[in-house]
C-alpha cells in the first residue's frame, strides 16, 4: 500500500495557476503509474491527468493543453502543474496509484490521497 499526501491547492482567479503535489511514501513510488482525478461538487470523480512509470503521459481533453503531469522519484512526488485555470476546473483534486484498467476509469486507481481543494473564481 502507497499513502499519498496531496497539497498545494487554492484559490485562484480564471486565467491564473496552480501547482499540486503529491508525496508518496511506503514503498517504491518509481514503479507505480499514479494519476491525478478531480470531483466537483455533485459529481462522479473525472480522470485529470496520468503518468506511468516510464513517464509517458496521459490527459483528459478539457485539461490538455493547460495542465502537465510529472514526477520526480527521488523526491516520490507527483506534481500537476495547472495554467489557465478556469471556474469549471473547480473541484477536489486527488492523486492515486493506477494499478490496472484505462487510466480514464476512476476504478483503476487505489490509495487515494485525501484531496486538494482548488477553487477558480470568474
Known amino acids: 500500500q502507497v499513502h499519498l499526501d496531496a497539497s498545494g491547492g487554492g484559490s485562484v482567479q480564471a486565467g491564473g495557476s496552480l501547482r499540486l503535489s503529491c508525496l508518496a511514501s511506503g514503498r517504491d513510488f518509481s514503479v507505480y503509474a499514479m494519476g491525478w482525478l478531480r470531483q466537483a461538487p455533485g459529481k462522479a470523480h473525472e480522470f485529470v491527468a496520468g503518468?506511468?512509470?516510464?513517464?509517458?503521459?496521459y490527459y483528459a481533453d478539457s485539461v490538455k493543453g493547460r495542465f502537465t503531469i510529472s514526477r520526480d522519484n527521488a523526491k516520490s512526488t507527483l506534481y500537476l502543474q495547472m495554467n489557465s485555470l478556469k471556474p469549471e476546473d473547480t473541484a477536489v483534486y486527488y492523486c492515486?496509484?493506477?494499478?490496472?484498467?484505462?487510466?480514464?476509469?476512476?476504478?483503476?486507481?487505489?490509495?487515494w490521497g485525501q484531496g486538494t481543494q482548488v477553487t477558480v473564481s470568474s
Open positions: 503518468i506511468n512509470s516510464g513517464y509517458r503521459t
Open positions: 492515486a496509484v493506477h494499478y490496472s484498467g484505462h487510466y480514464t476509469d476512476s476504478s483503476a486507481y487505489g490509495d
